[in-house]
T-cell receptor
């Protein structure tokens, strides 16, 4: 079973629109870590955020915000007032403290921001 | 500059010809890992290492080998490459022996097996 599900394969928005990228995870651990990474067209992987399972506070960083809800096992990512430079593939990922030492990525969401 | 380096960046080879992709990090990280990225499948972990001489399989280890003789290096070995190993490969490292922290990624190696 997929540990991290990103159901949206591709999303297109017009510049300045807000967009939310969904991430649903599956784990039996009580302690775990969630991540978002960005992969721009140039191909490198850029770290965006890390949250642990005990910290459900939403986080905002400029135009980026993250909504962590344990009740629905979701860790969604919202970009406000999107820009062309936000065009990239975004990956959600999970690591579990108790049951293993692996790192699990979702399949990614490709975001295109149209000028 | 703190970084993860991979070589080569691009490689075209033929079925069965052994190859090694090198990975090196200069951040004194314990945890290192290899991933392959394929369209529609995201990144999948091949092998990881929690420290020197400690390695373990990820989700897709078949056809690959790794070694961790030194903390900074974590080469990926394909003993007999096959076309289904054509992919984009990333090496990564992170602080600590567990994957709880931000992973730093190399630039990627695009491998084509004919």
């Amino acid at each position: 079973a997929q540990k991290v599900t990103q159901a949206q394969t591709e999303i297109s928005v017009v510049e300045k629109e807000d967009v939310t990228l969904d991430c649903v995870y599956e784990t039996r651990d009580t302690t775990y870590y969630l991540f978002w990474y960005k992969q721009p067209p140039s191909g490198e992987l850029v770290f965006l955020i890390r949250r642990n399972s005990f910290d459900e506070q939403n986080e905002i960083s400029g135009r980026y915000s993250w909504n962590f809800q344990k009740s629905t096992s979701s860790f969604n990512f919202t970009i406000t007032a999107s820009q062309v430079v936000d065009s990239a593939v975004y990956f959600c990922a999970l690591s579990e403290a108790a049951t293993g030492n692996q790192f699990y990525f979702g399949t990614g969401t490709s975001l295109t921001v149209i000028p | 500059e703190a970084q993860v380096t991979q070589n080569p960046r691009y490689l075209i080879t033929v079925t069965g010809k052994k190859l090694t992709v090198t990975c090196s990090q200069n951040m004194n990280h314990e945890y290192m890992s290899w991933y392959r990225q394929d369209p529609g499948l995201g990144l999948r972990q091949i092998y990881y290492s929690m420290n020197v001489e400690v390695t373990d399989k990820g989700d897709v280890p078949e056809g690959y080998k790794v070694s961790r003789k030194e903390k900074r290096n974590f080469p990926l070995i394909l003993e007999s490459p096959s076309p289904n190993q054509t992919s984009l490969y990333f090496c990564a490292s992170s602080f600590g022996s567990k994957p709880y922290n931000e992973q730093f990624f190399g630039p990627g190696t695009r491998l084509t097996v004919l």
